[in-house]
C-alpha cells in the first residue's frame, strides 16, 4: 500500500449520507440509487478516498442500515484510504456531530464535510476548499446566482422580487479546522440550536467562512431529474466533445554534479539530468502532453529555456502552471500514463512518490497516476548510460466552471 502524499496533515472527509431521500419517490434512499453502473455514494467517495491529500475518510450511514448497498467488492475506491462507518442521527446536524466525535480520535488537522448525494465533486474542488480551510479555518464552495429570483406564496403566485446581488448557491464539501467546528456542533447540540449545515453552526459560534468558487457539475441529487443529469454528464454527453488525449516525450543528457530529480522526487544517483530547469524529464513529457491535448503548443513556447526565472526551477512548478493554463482553456486532467527509459539506477522503487508527487500537483487521485519504468537493455543512447527519456499519456476532460 502506498502512503498517500498529505497523510500527514491528518485531512479527514467526513461523508454525510444518513439521510431518507424521500424527495425522489419510492426505493432505496437517493445516495444508494444507482449512477453509472454504481451507487450514487460511491462516486464521490471514491473521489474523496483517493485524493492526495485525505488520510481517512468516515461515513455517516443510516441509523437502520443502508439496505443492499456496501463499498464495491474490489475495493479499488478505498484500498488506500482507512474508512470508518458511523451511524447518523435524526438530523443532519446530529449525523454530522456523530461524524466529528468518530474522527476525533485521528486528532485531525482539517475535516471536509461533504454530502453523499453529490456525486460529481472533482478532485480539484476539494483542493480548493483544503488549501482554503488550511489558510482561514473554514471555507465553503459556491455558485454565483444568474437567474431571477422571486418570492412566491401558498397559492403559487409571485408576490415579489429577491434582489441576487451578494447571493451564492453554496455547495459542499465544507472544510474546516478540526477543533473549530467540533467545538461549534457541540455547543449547538448543548444549547439544543439547530442549523441548515455545519457552515451556519460554525458562523454562529463567531467564526467567518470563506467561499471558494463552486462547480456546476457538482449537483446534489435531490430528484429523478437529478440523476438524470447526472447521469449524462457521467456519460461525458458534451456539446463540445468531453474529452481530448495528448502525447509528450522529452531527454536529456547525464552529468555529473547535478541531483537526478524524476516525477518530482530525487533519486540517488551519481549524476542527473542537464536542464535550465531541474531536467525532470518525465514531468517535461507529462507538461507537453497536457499542453498538447489542450492544444496550447509546446512547453518550450511557455517556458523557453531562456527565461532566468526558470533557472534550476523544480519542475512541479512547471507541470502546476501548465495544469492552470490547461484550466483556463476549459480542460482537466483526468488520468496520466508515463514511461521512464533509463538503463540506471532502478527507478521501480520510485514509481509510488511520483505518482504521489503528479497527483497532487494536478489534483488527481493517486489512482488516476501511472508511472511505469523500463530499459532498452543495453541499445540506444538510454542503454548505453548517456541519458534518460519520458514519454506521456494524458487523458483530459472538461472543467466545471469552477476549475478555470
Given amino acids: 500500500m502506498e502512503a498517500k502524499a498529505h497523510a500527514a496533515g491528518r485531512v479527514v472527509a467526513l461523508v454525510a449520507a444518513a439521510g431518507s431521500g424521500s424527495r425522489l419517490g419510492g426505493g432505496p434512499p437517493k445516495q444508494f440509487r444507482p449512477l453509472g453502473g454504481r451507487a450514487v455514494l460511491d462516486h464521490c467517495?471514491?473521489?474523496?478516498?483517493?485524493?492526495?491529500?485525505?488520510?481517512?475518510?468516515?461515513?455517516?450511514?443510516?441509523p437502520l442500515g443502508s439496505g443492499d448497498w456496501s463499498p464495491p467488492g474490489d475495493g479499488s475506491c478505498y484500498r488506500e484510504t482507512p474508512m470508518t462507518v458511523v451511524p447518523g442521527g435524526s438530523s443532519r446536524q446530529e449525523s454530522v456531530l456523530r461524524g466529528l466525535e468518530a474522527a476525533a480520535a485521528w486528532s485531525?488537522?482539517?475535516?471536509?464535510?461533504?454530502?453523499?448525494?453529490?456525486?460529481?465533486v472533482s478532485a480539484g474542488l476539494v483542493r480548493r476548499v483544503i488549501d482554503a480551510a488550511a489558510r482561514w479555518g473554514a471555507a465553503v464552495p459556491?455558485?454565483?446566482v444568474h437567474e431571477s429570483l422571486r418570492g412566491v406564496d401558498s397559492r403559487q403566485r409571485i408576490h415579489r422580487l429577491v434582489e441576487r446581488e451578494g447571493l451564492q448557491l453554496v455547495q459542499t464539501p465544507e472544510g474546516f479546522a478540526f477543533d473549530l467546528v467540533l467545538e461549534a456542533a457541540r455547543r449547538a447540540a448543548a444549547a439544543g440550536e439547530e442549523a441548515d449545515d455545519t457552515v451556519a453552526l460554525v458562523r454562529r459560534a463567531g467564526h467567518e467562512v470563506r467561499v471558494v468558487p463552486g462547480e456546476r457539475r457538482n449537483l446534489k441529487i435531490t430528484g429523478p431529474?437529478?440523476?438524470e443529469l447526472a447521469e449524462a454528464l457521467l456519460a461525458g454527453e458534451d456539446a463540445h466533445g468531453g474529452f481530448r488525449v495528448g502525447y509528450g516525450y522529452d531527454a536529456h543528457r547525464l552529468v555529473p554534479g547535478r541531483p537526478l530529480r524524476l516525477g518530482g522526487v530525487e533519486v540517488a544517483h551519481h549524476r542527473g539530468l542537464q536542464g535550465h530547469s531541474d531536467g525532470d524529464v518525465l514531468l517535461h513529457a507529462l507538461a507537453d502532453a497536457l499542453l498538447g491535448a489542450a492544444a496550447l503548443g509546446d512547453l518550450g513556447r511557455h517556458f523557453p529555456d531562456s527565461d532566468p526565472a526558470l533557472a534550476g526551477a523544480s519542475s512541479l512548478v512547471i507541470l502546476s502552471r501548465t495544469a492552470a493554463l490547461v484550466a483556463e482553456a476549459g480542460w482537466r486532467p483526468v488520468n496520466v500514463d508515463a514511461v521512464v527509459v533509463a538503463e540506471e539506477p532502478r527507478l521501480a522503487p520510485h514509481a509510488g512518490?511520483?505518482?504521489?508527487a503528479i497527483a497532487g500537483a494536478l489534483g488527481l487521485a493517486a489512482a488516476a497516476v501511472s508511472v511505469?519504468?523500463?530499459?532498452?537493455?543495453?541499445?540506444?543512447?538510454?542503454?548505453r548510460g548517456e541519458g534518460i527519456s519520458a514519454s506521456a499519456t494524458v487523458l483530459l476532460g472538461r472543467a466545471g466552471e469552477g476549475e478555470r
Avoid at 45 to 62: D, E, I, K, Q
Avoid at 108 to 120: C, I, M, S, T, Y
Avoid at 353 to 356: A, G, L
Fill in 108 to 120: 485531525p488537522e482539517l475535516v471536509l464535510v461533504h454530502d453523499g448525494a453529490r456525486p460529481l
Fill in 45 to 62: 467517495l471514491a473521489t474523496l478516498a483517493g485524493h492526495p491529500s485525505v488520510g481517512r475518510l468516515v461515513l455517516v450511514l443510516p
Fill in 142 to 144: 459556491a455558485l454565483p
Fill in 372 to 383: 511505469k519504468a523500463t530499459t532498452t537493455e543495453g541499445l540506444g543512447f538510454e542503454g
Fill in 353 to 356: 512518490p511520483m505518482r504521489e
Fill in 225 to 227: 431529474g437529478d440523476l
